[in-house]
Structure formats: C-alpha cells, structure tokens
C-alpha cells in the first residue's frame, strides 16, 4: 500500500488518529461545550477540494466526518458566535474566540542559511526552529503568564505554538496584532535591502529582544559562526558589513576579507572584533559597532514569526497529529525542553506506523483500540454539508 495512498489516509484516521484527544483539548471539559459544538474545522480533499465551516457536536461525529471525507489534511478554526455548519442559515456568523497561535516556517531564514532552501529542512537549520522554540516559550511564559502552550512541528520545514488559555483563547484581533507585532522583531527583508537596525533612535534594545539575548548567544556561535558559516562567502559578509555604521571599519574589513577569501565566519568575527578595540571605550563609534554587533546576533537568529497567521481570530492552522501530504510525517508535538534533540528527520511517517500496526495485529491477531499507537501528548485543556471552494 502506498503510504499516502487514500487507503492509507483512510486506515490512519480509523485507527490511530487520537480523536479524542484533539476533542479533549480544544473543548476544556468532559462535556461538549461552545468551544466545540461552534469550532470550524476545514478539510482538503482530491482535487485541491477545499471544504470550509464544517462542526461537530462529538468527537465521534468529526470522526465519522472524517473517515468519510478522507482529507489529505484538516485545520482547525476559531469559535464562532453560530455553528459553522449553519452558515448559511445564519444572518452573520462572527468569530469570537481562537487559540492564540505562532507559525514559525523555515523558509523565512532562506536568505541567511547555506545549509538549504526551500522546503528542504536538515539537523543544522532545525536549529533556527530550536532557537526560536526556547526564546518564544519563555517569553510567553514570562512576559504574558500564559501556561497551556502547545509545540506540534507541522511534518516539514517548521513549527506552530498553540496558545489556550482563556484569555489567550478571547484575545481580539487587535490585541493579538499587538502581541505579535511585540514578539515579531526581526522578519526576513529583500534582496539588495540594507539590514534594519533593531533599536530605535536613542533607545536601546526594545526588552523582547534583551530577554532573548543570552539565550542567542550560543546558537550565534555555533549555529552562524561554525555550522552555517554564513559570512564566509563574499555575499555573505557584504551583509554583515550592511550594519556597520563606520565607513572606515566596513573599508578595512572589505579590503581584508576580498584580500583573503578563505577566511571563514569565525575569523571575520575576530576581525571585526579587533577593529572595534581599535577606537578608545568612551568612543560614539565604539558604541555604535558594538550595538551593531548585537544587532547582527540578533538578526541571525531571533525567531521570524509568521505574523499573518497571529493576527486574525477567523485563520485556520492544520490540526496535530495531521499527516503532511509531502513527507509523510506526522505532525507530532514537541517537548520545549528537549527541543535541541529533536530531529525532524526521525518524525514517524505514516508509512511507520501501520507498518507496526501490521506487526500488532500479526503477533496479537487482533487490533488495539483506536488511537493506541499514537501516545496522548496532547494536554487536556452534527455532520453538515459544509462550504467547498478551489483555491485559486
């Protein structure tokens, strides 16, 4: 059996999708309640079907939906003042509570990383994920006091954040704007675009961004410096110059460096180093290439949030435990604390999975119940015809 094949899907969903589980924690309570009964979930179907404002009442009903359906993928929506499946009954239908959610996406580091590009994701980039994992889960955790945060890599090139806590959950879309726009420092920028200074005019570091840091630090040594050797190619270093605001530094390291084109990042961060102890410690320039130097470490690797999908409560994010249609993975959750030996390479694949199904059921001659295989990380927190469009 092909491993993405629809009978594949189709086994996956009967047998090990953990239903109840999703219900658990999207509902907050034994018994179902708003945040269920009026929660969109949307489906994509052969053909690029996409179906819209689908509810359920139970989990057994979404289910039985789909397993029916048999989705390549589904997401899960906002709460909305109806059930989503009356739509078209209804004189308005509002959105009135969501999860706060984060998307962080690989491909947004394109410009810095030279290990790939484009949906391609190894060990050493996945560090980019890890570092953006540790600042943002302690930053919300200390600056906002929300607890119930929820890690599920999304089977590819990135990692989404789930926010549940009630007041999270009621956040409007302005405030959410606000927080992301807080959280959301530093974004990728055009080609032949100068690089941003991260600091306002006579002001420091905005405090998002004096929080994260420390934690940085290590990941710029070994990350930037070492793995990526991101300076060590002429355009490379060109973009490291970019923040300089001395001419006379960019001028002698310029010269030293298209002099010298083997030397890697490492010694062209000494070099620069070395020309900032050149001016006396009470020097305006020496202030300013400092700060430039913080601005560089932080630019290379603060998270680079995706902040469309922060913003607005009606944006549906893939459901966890989804299978992504490209790799085969399982969008599986993610401990925070362990995020550094996590592989996105060794993710179990659908393909896995009933393959061990098979060996169960061959050495107990029966399957186990529903959902048995997948384990419950997840922590606890009617059919209808639904709207269908092709994307464009």
């Known amino acids: 059996m092909d491993a993405l094949s629809p009978e594949a899907m189709l086994t996956f969903y009967r047998r090990l999708y953990p239903f109840k589980s999703v219900y658990d924690w999207l509902n907050h309570d034994s018994m179902p309640t708003r945040l269920w009964t009026h929660r969109e979930f949307a489906f994509t179907l052969a053909g690029d079907v996409y179906v819209r404002y689908k509810s ?112 999270a959950l009621e956040l409007t879309d302005q405030q959410r704007k606000s927080i992301v726009g807080w959280m959301a420092a530093v974004s990728a920028v055009k080609e032949g675009t100068k690089r941003p200074n991260l600091r306002t005019a006579n002001k420091g570091l905005p405090p998002s961004l004096v929080a994260a840091r420390e934690t940085l630090l290590p990941y710029f040594s070994e990350m930037i410096l070492e793995e990526q050797d991101c300076f060590g190619s002429e355009k490379g270093y060109e973009k490291l110059l970019d923040f300089l605001p001395d001419n006379k530094t960019v001028d002698a390291l310029r010269s030293k460096w298209s002099a010298d084109p083997s030397r890697d990042s490492s010694s062209k961060w000494s070099d620069l180093k070395a020309q900032i102890r050149n001016y006396e410690k009470a020097s305006p320039i020496r202030a300013q290439l400092m700060a430039a130097m913080e601005d560089i470490i932080l630019y290379y690797t603060y998270p680079r949030i995706d902040a469309e999908v922060s913003k607005h409560r009606n944006h549906l994010l893939k459901a966890p435990f989804c299978i992504h249609p490209k790799t085969g993975r399982v969008c599986v959750p993610v401990d925070p604390q362990t995020i550094d030996k996590f592989d996105p390479e060794k993710v179990p694949t659908i393909g896995q999975l009933l393959s061990e199904l098979d060996q169960l059921i061959a050495v107990d001659g029966q399957e186990n119940q529903p959902g048995t295989i997948l384990p419950n990380t997840i922590p606890p927190a009617c059919q209808s015809d639904g709207e269908t469009t092709r994307p464009m």
Not at 101 to 110: G, H, K, L, Q, S
């Open 56 to 167: 359920y009442n139970s989990p057994d009903e979404l289910k039985t939906d789909v397993c029916k359906l048999n989705p390549s993928r589904f997401e899960i929506g906002p709460v909305y003042s109806g059930r989503p499946r009356d739509k078209k009954t209804l004189r308005k239908l509002t959105p009135l509570q969501r999860e706060l959610v984060f998307d962080i996406d690989m491909t947004d580091y394109d410009e810095i990383r030279t290990c790939c590009s484009d949906a391609n994701i190894c060990r050493k980039c996945w560090k980019w994920i890890s570092a953006a994992v540790q600042v943002l889960d302690g930053a919300i955790r200390d600056q906002y006091g929300y607890e119930q945060l929820l890690w599920v890599y999304s089977g590819r090139r990135g990692i989404h954040l789930w926010i549940s806590d009630q007041e």
